[in-house]
């Protein structure tokens, strides 16, 4: 049965949101709109609807602005049909139908995180066991404790065990045999990383061994040991090791791409942190590009570190990375359209609507609420008495009256200069919400959709002022 669409809104929406739908034709789905008879579709409730709207006859759906604060269960109980929230803002109504309305599925990946402590011999067990716990919250699966050169690590077996006790999965990273031997005898689950000098090791004890090249480049003693160890039946990852931009970056790529078709049923790891770490780059970015070679050579294991500031975000970027690569690996789609989390300076579509839009809608305004809108021109701040656009967001304070309102000032003052932001990096915004960085920063704790929010530190400032 062909679907029939219910869109519900307010009068100031109807326009943009009958302009949108038209342009999306009647091809897939029949539709309609409705309008609730408020203003502003936002402040409509469930028993708004309830009272003011009745579907058209034959309705299979029902589509409320994404900022309503509507219970859809409530009205899907009411309406006897499925009642769901859109996205926030109308121009994404065509992304979001041409996706089923559903998001993408980024619950799954296949490639496991090896979270290096560089300076575990430095540390107390219970400081490892700390920064173990906080790396395995961002995202990690396997906590790496990094030897460090002529340095002793005599508390390595009792780290072990205590990360072990505590649920961890462990690998010992050094090119000190002994130390590798000390870790394989407390229980780590990984060695690295063991060349064709040190592959012993891999045959006296039960870790999974990672093995390198004995020298870097030699791509022969690589495969050499990787056919030794899959000839005995012993489980094993390959790193072909990622060299630094200008110290063989370029070559390196290449090395992986041909250990994979020379061995393409082996297990891989790449440690990423020689360009993250070595790269005067936003490392979001350069991180998205490694795990797409990965996700297409096949490498399920990638050992990362963070040492540089601007590599803070390490974790939480391979995380989504991964989720995402791996998305669209299985739809066997380009990684483009399963979300914003890779994501962080510029968004995909930043400016929702047109100037001209913004000004019809502004025309409409009837009370002294100021409306903070960003469009390509600049920063809008409308009410029925005013419509001024610029792009500094200290030009509008001599335009606003707002001198003699401290709480108004200071509100206006903080938008102003998030919109500012916004414009200037080409990110969307939306007035009272905090910009959206990805996962380059923690998101705002998640609201409730069917509550409206409590006034803000200036407005109840101003109430308890004039005694409200």
């Known amino acids: 049965m062909r679907e029939c669409l219910c869109l519900i809104t307010g009068h100031m929406a109807k326009p943009r949101l009958t302009k949108v739908m038209e342009s999306l034709g009647r091809d897939a789905f029949d539709w309609t709109i409705v309008d609730a008879g408020v203003k502003v579709a936002a402040l409509m409730t469930e028993e708004i609807i309830r009272r003011r709207v009745s579907l058209p006859e034959g309705t299979s759906r029902v589509i409320l602005p994404g900022r309503c604060r509507a219970n859809v269960d409530v009205l899907s109980r009411h309406f006897g049909v499925p009642v769901a929230r859109g996205p926030d803002e109308i121009v994404d109504l065509p992304a979001f139908f041409g996706r089923g309305a559903q998001p993408p599925d980024l619950s799954r990946h296949d490639l496991t995180l090896f979270a290096e402590i560089v300076d575990a011999p430095h540390l107390a067990p219970a400081e490892i066991l700390a920064r173990a716990a906080a790396l395995r919250t961002k995202g990690a699966d396997v906590i790496d404790l990094g030897g460090l050169p002529d340095t002793p690590?005599?508390?390595?077996?009792?780290?072990?065990?205590?990360?072990?006790?505590?649920?961890f999965r462990v690998s010992v990273d050094s090119f000190s045999r002994d130390e590798l031997e000390r870790g394989a005898k407390a229980g780590a689950d990984f060695l690295l990383s063991l060349n064709e000098d040190t592959l012993e090791l891999a045959f006296d004890h039960p870790a999974v061994p990672v093995i390198v090249p004995t020298r870097p480049g030699d791509m022969a003693s690589l495969i050499r040991a990787a056919e030794r160890l899959a000839a005995a039946g012993k489980p094993f990852m390959a790193d072909p090791i990622l060299e630094p931009i200008h110290f063989g970056f370029t070559a390196s790529i290449a090395r992986y791409a041909e250990f994979r078709r020379l061995m393409p049923q082996a297990e891989m790891l790449m440690g990423t942190g020689n360009l993250t770490e070595l790269t005067d780059a936003d490392s979001l970015g350069v991180t998205a590009v490694l795990l797409g070679i990965c996700s297409e050579l096949s490498i399920r294991n990638v050992l990362l570190v963070q040492v540089s500031p601007h590599t803070r975000?390490?974790?939480?970027?391979?995380?989504?990375?991964?989720?995402?690569?791996?998305?669209?690996?299985?739809?066997?789609?380009?990684p483009k359209g399963y979300g914003a989390a890779l994501l962080a300076l510029h968004d995909k579509r930043p400016f929702p609507n047109a100037p001209a839009d913004i000004a019809a809608v502004a025309a409409q305004v009837r009370d002294a609420n100021f409306?903070?809108?960003?469009?390509?021109d600049g920063i809008h701040v409308y009410n029925r008495d005013l419509h001024?656009?610029?792009?500094?967001?200290l030009a509008f304070f001599p335009k606003l009256g707002v001198e003699a309102d401290g709480g108004h000032a200071f509100y206006l003052g903080q938008e102003l200069a998030k919109a500012e932001v916004a414009w200037r990096?080409?990110?969307?915004?939306?007035?009272?919400?905090?910009?959206?960085w990805g996962c380059a920063a923690d998101p705002p704790a998640a609201e409730d959709s069917t509550v409206f929010k409590e006034a803000g530190h200036t407005l109840r400032a101003k109430r308890y002022k004039d005694g409200a």
């Open 153 to 167: 690590f005599p508390h390595l077996e009792a780290t072990v065990g205590l990360l072990k006790g505590e649920g």
């Open 313 to 334: 975000r390490t974790i939480e970027e391979h995380d989504a990375a991964r989720r995402l690569m791996y998305a669209a690996k299985m739809d066997d789609a380009l």
């Open 371 to 376: 409306r903070i809108e960003v469009a390509e």
């Open 388 to 393: 001024v656009v610029d792009t500094d967001a």
């Open 425 to 436: 990096l080409g990110k969307r915004y939306v007035q009272d919400e905090p910009l959206a």
